[in-house]
């Protein structure tokens, strides 16, 4: 008898065991999806409605003080707001679109120049590696000191070939352009690396084709090697695209608040977190948030839209 | 008959060709291999030398920075770093770096996988893109709702609320990278367990998780620099204890009125440790960062 109770006992949980096993391998599809989507799910399902919420409120100050529901009034403000609202989009689309140009463009090239192999290439490689891991604050510190107008090397450089000073990250009118080229610094290798994975996987084919018709090499590349490397090409425009969109580290490190005295590189992203955190105009920021993510969605909507219509 | 006989004439020529242009060499002219060793150089240059300028810098005295003669040639001095090692307190923020990036990926890893490889074996697109849009939002429209909720729970300045941030930023991360290396590992290794008499979860154990090391050491690799890296989260959700790398350099910069050598040094600091990791796994950050680029 005392044998026999925990036999069964132990034969049951078996039983159990067996049979949860069973079930978790008929829903191991969920059971292995779910817990990472629902802890994403919580963290963006739950804000997004909130800033939704709080976009149609005039909440401000402390987010616990109560706050009265206004409408569409937010909205009505941000989108007549000429001063910094449509300045900031402006100062968005043009940093994205400048550094993608200037990154795909001259990542293109630079692949172009690493695709065959050649002696020393492993330290090219590194050179390409270093400045996508640094961390971007300290990259924006890094080209703070360098661009400095008084004791920065790169007005000490123009000096060399006789060419004023320039006022770099202080000017209203350089400093916008001179984020940019720390933008085009840090993430055009990432467009190279990109590009060249898809170079490598190119079949050899349809460019010996084309060498042996006797196209050049500017013909063979715009003809034959660009066209097949589109998809590769979009990829990249969409990945860094996005990124682009929401830079931030190297803007707020450069220039701090508000985008520097007279908001010179305040894009979307440094206005609403300045909505947010320097200021606590929650209501107005939320509805800044929201305009940012529709276009955002857009842009990837447009590109991917592209890329379908373009690979068919 | 004409066309024939000149389509017979050329093919032997043409194989020929097409073996000596997969080797290339021959085919380039010397002008383009001094073009190519010059643009190479100056691509080099143009990556490195900032660099290379943040650390002589850091190793100067600040009257020396101000000085433009003494660019190049100076005495260098370790007074920066002993500044903001030891005054600035900075081994506690290099701890709460590293803390901090290593849970995130850790549990980043543990959630991704098993989701990375359900999306990808029966192919959950759309569930992938709810995971993916973690990576296109932009993380400020999530922070004052965060905000809000984590400081009425009395989580912030906490580890955990940080860690949860950062996973944000390191799981779409894991699941985007492991995705495209679970479709690249042949199911038939996992059927043919399960003829063995392995359970699915078992093949998924047994059999896909030892063969799949190199793409988590790829992800995890890569959700470790972009969580060491990460400034915004920590700039709002970290408090005077957990405070990360990135955040302690940005006060620098508020408390003193500029110390360039102190701030260079700072930088290189937090640069320092994650440029050694990236050296050694080279390999690893390359295979991620171009994962499912090449599928189009």
């Given amino acids: 008898m005392s044998v026999l109770t925990p036999a069964r006992s132990s034969g049951q949980s078996a039983r159990t065991r067996a049979n949860f096993s069973a079930w978790a391998n008929r829903h191991r599809k969920w059971l292995f999806a779910a817990p990472a989507m629902i802890f994403v799910g919580l963290l963006i399902v739950f804000p997004l409605a909130w800033t939704l919420y709080l976009s149609l409120t005039d909440s401000q100050g402390s987010v616990r003080a109560a706050s009265d529901f206004v409408g569409f009034e937010n909205y009505l403000t941000v989108l007549t707001d000429t001063e910094r609202f449509w300045p900031a989009v402006g100062r968005t689309v043009s940093f994205t679109l400048v550094a993608l140009v200037c990154e795909v463009v001259l990542g293109m090239c630079i692949a172009l120049l690493l695709w065959r192999p050649f002696r020393g290439e492993k330290w090219v490689r590194v050179a390409i590696l270093l400045p996508l891991v640094a961390t971007p604050v300290a990259v924006g510190m890094m080209w703070r000191l360098i661009f400095d107008p008084n004791i920065g090397f790169a007005n000490q450089l123009l000096g060399l070939v006789g060419i004023p000073p320039q006022p770099w990250l202080s000017g209203q009118d350089s400093a916008l352009p001179t984020t940019i080229f720390m933008d085009v610094w840090q993430w055009t290798p990432m467009v190279v690396l990109i590009l060249l994975a898809g170079l490598t996987s190119l079949s050899e084919e349809p460019d010996e084709a084309a060498r042996m018709d006797g196209a050049n090499a500017f013909q063979r590349f715009f003809f034959v090697t660009l066209p097949l490397m589109m998809p590769t090409v979009i990829v990249a425009i969409l990945l860094r695209g996005i990124d682009a969109l929401k830079t931030f580290d190297i803007l707020y490190a450069t220039k701090g608040k508000g985008g520097g005295s007279f908001h010179e590189v305040e894009t979307l992203n440094v206005y609403a977190y300045g909505l947010s955190f320097d200021y606590n105009q929650y209501g107005l920021s939320s509805a800044v948030l929201i305009l940012f993510f529709m276009i955002i969605i857009g842009s990837m909507w447009l590109l991917t839209m592209r890329k379908k219509a373009g690979s068919k | ?296």
């Fill in chain 2, 1 to 296: 008959m004409t066309v024939l006989h000149e389509n017979t004439e050329s093919q032997t020529p043409a194989s020929q060709r097409r073996g000596t242009a997969r080797r290339r060499k021959p085919l380039r002219s010397s002008g383009y291999k001094v073009f190519r060793f010059a643009a190479l150089v100056a691509v080099v240059l143009f990556l490195i030398a900032p660099l290379f300028w943040m650390l002589l810098a850091s190793f100067k005295t600040n009257v020396d920075i101000y000085d433009a003669g003494k660019s190049f040639l100076f005495t260098p001095t370790a007074e920066n770093y002993a500044n903001v090692l030891q005054r600035n307190n900075y081994f506690v923020f290099i701890f709460n770096s590293f803390w901090v990036a290593f849970v995130s990926t850790a549990l980043s890893l543990v959630l991704g996988v098993p989701a990375a490889y359900a999306m990808s074996r029966f192919t959950m697109h759309r569930s992938a893109l709810v995971v993916l849009m973690a990576r296109v939002i932009p993380g400020v429209s999530l922070l004052v709702p965060w905000y809000y909720v984590f400081s009425n729970l009395k989580m912030v300045g906490g580890f955990e609320v940080l860690i949860l941030s950062h996973m944000f930023v390191a799981l779409p991360l894991i699941v985007y990278i492991m995705m495209s290396y679970f479709d690249s590992l042949p199911v038939e290794l996992e059927e043919s367990a399960q003829v063995d008499g392995l359970t699915p979860i078992g093949a998924f154990r047994h059999i896909t998780l030892p063969l799949s090391v190199a793409g988590m050491a790829t992800a995890g690799i890569l959700a470790f620099i972009f969580s060491w890296n990460n400034f915004m989260f920590a700039l709002v959700l970290s408090g005077s204890k957990t405070k990360t790398l990135p955040v302690a350099i940005f006060d620098f910069v508020s408390y003193a009125s500029i110390d360039w050598g102190g701030l260079m040094a700072a930088a290189t600091v937090v640069t320092i440790p994650i440029m050694i990791i990236a050296l050694f796994t080279q390999k690893y950050i390359v295979s991620g960062l171009t994962a499912g680029a090449t599928k189009g």
